[in-house]
């Protein structure tokens, strides 16, 4: 079975400075998909990054990007020039398959705290 | 993007009641639905998948009987908590996926069984 990791249940960072979160799984598929997704108080998940297994570029989303290292089943999120906004428990999340009708599998998540 | 919602947002209910939560999608067809379930301080914890039309998936340790899911339509999927325990007591968020890529989760449900 997949399994997602996150290492550390909290993290802060100070406003406009950079910080990273750490991820990694275990699968023994070659093809999947890995997720970002922030979780503010409303608890309201959203999606922050996608990255296609297959695809050896790094994925960006403005601020937000990550390190993939397919090799050492690695996927941190670096997020730059952080705002209050971030403050937010971030999941990691892997999918065997891109089609939506598979379940994610979610990382126990990080605590991420922005301070002013 | 998609919306997903979920109602009620939060209920309040006595113990042994039954409570029924809604998952809807409003701007698309979903042709599967999921509901996971989140305790305080952790991670989400995938309770079953719902396909439209047949019964769903539950994974191991979920009770079927006691979380009865139902996708009568590609657009709305239902949990209902039979005989509700203090135990019972957590959020609920389901997401609701086409076959293309991402998921949509909806808002969330507090159920507090008192």
């Known amino acids: 079975a997949q399994t997602v990791t996150q290492s550390q249940p909290e993290m802060s960072v100070q406003e406009a400075e950079t910080v990273t979160l750490s991820c990694t799984y275990d699968?023994?598929?070659?093809?999947?998909?890995l997720f970002w997704y922030k979780q503010p108080p409303s608890r309201q998940m959203i999606l922050v990054i996608r990255?296609?297994?297959?695809?050896?570029q790094n994925a960006t989303e403005n601020r937000f990007s990550v390190n993939f290292q397919k090799a050492a089943k690695s996927f941190s999120l670096k997020i730059s020039d952080s705002q209050l906004g971030d403050a937010a428990m971030y999941f990691c999340?892997?999918?065997?398959?891109?089609?939506?009708?598979?379940?994610?599998?979610f990382g126990k998540g990080t605590r991420l705290s922005v301070i002013a | 993007g998609a919306v997903v919602s979920q109602h009620p947002s939060r209920v309040i209910c006595k113990s042994g009641t039954s409570v029924k939560i809604e998952c809807r999608s409003l701007?698309?067809?979903?042709?599967?639905m999921f509901w996971y379930r989140q305790f305080p301080k952790q991670s989400l914890m995938l309770m079953a998948t719902?396909?439209?039309?047949?019964?769903?998936?539950?994974e191991q340790g979920v009770e079927k009987d006691k979380f009865l899911i139902n996708h009568a339509s590609l657009t709305l999927s239902t949990l209902t908590v039979t005989s509700a325990h203090p135990e019972d007591s957590s959020f609920y968020i389901c997401?609701?996926?086409?076959?293309?890529?991402?998921?949509?989760f909806g808002p969330g449900t507090r159920l507090l069984v008192l």
């Open positions: 699968t023994s598929e070659s093809d999947y998909y």
């Open positions: 990255q296609e297994a297959y695809k050896q």
């Open positions: 701007d698309f067809q979903a042709t599967t």
């Open positions: 999340a892997y999918r065997t398959s891109l089609s939506g009708n598979t379940p994610l599998v």
């Open positions: 719902s396909n439209e039309g047949s019964k769903a998936t539950y």
């Open positions: 997401s609701a996926a086409t076959l293309k890529e991402t998921q949509y």
